[in-house]
């Protein structure tokens, strides 16, 4: 069991910042996802860096 000092904190943390919690969880999986199912250099990437050269004129390697 959690000291109630302890649990307290705790769960007034998880009700004030629930949804961001669950987002960034969402976020680091599918992009953790990515990376094993698509590979480093994944087309996608690929992609999005063309667009953004076309867009701005910056060449921009996202490959983390």
Partial sequence: MIPPEILK???????KYRSIIIIVIALVLVGYSSVM???????IEEEVEKVI?????????LTP
């Fill in 9 to 15: 904190p705790i769960q007034d943390f998880w009700a």
């Fill in 37 to 43: 199912f698509l590979g480093k250099d994944n087309p």
């Fill in 53 to 61: 050269e076309i867009e701005t004129g910056v060449k921009v390697d």
